[in-house]
């Protein structure tokens, strides 16, 4: 039961919410969008779908910054010649710091997200030390 407080402020809430059917469609929607994207990765007739994105598909440039867990780093996908901003997160100080959920929080959320206003993700990649995010520049 909603408190009155709540009616006050959102008094047709019920308006505006969207259905799980429609959240799992708008989520199929952006999924089919980038992998669409992703798909010109496919080289000499091989299924592009099947084709892994790794970091040998990147050229990595200058370094953008550093924080406390990890580096961003300038990097351009060789297929598009699309830049990205690449996360770099060193595995084993995440594990660590005990802060694996919370890098997982971050890719799920950034999955979700769709707005103007917000970095997108584009891809992960992981190797034995590091996690990299692949996030669409603003250069």
């Known amino acids: 039961m909603k408190s009155d407080r709540t009616q006050t402020i959102f008094p047709n809430v019920e308006e505006y919410s969207t259905t799980e059917k429609q959240k799992r469609d708008y989520g199929w929607q952006k999924h ?23 970091k040998d598909n990147f ?3 200058d370094e953008l910054g550093h924080g406390a867990y990890s580096r961003v780093v300038l990097t351009t996908f060789k297929t598009t010649g699309k ?45 034995k030390e590091n996690l ?8």
């Open 32 to 54: 089919k969008q980038k992998r669409s994207e992703m798909s010109k990765v496919g080289e000499n007739g091989t299924d592009p779908q099947r084709t892994p994105i790794t």
């Open 132 to 139: 990299c995010m692949f996030y669409n520049s603003v250069h």
């Open 83 to 127: 830049k990205y901003a690449t996360k770099i997160i060193q595995k084993a100080l995440i594990i660590q710091e005990k802060k694996v959920k919370t890098v997982q929080m971050e890719k799920q959320v950034l999955n979700m997200m769709d707005h103007d206003n917000i970095i997108k993700l584009f891809c992960t990649y992981q190797d």
């Open 59 to 61: 050229i990595f440039e």
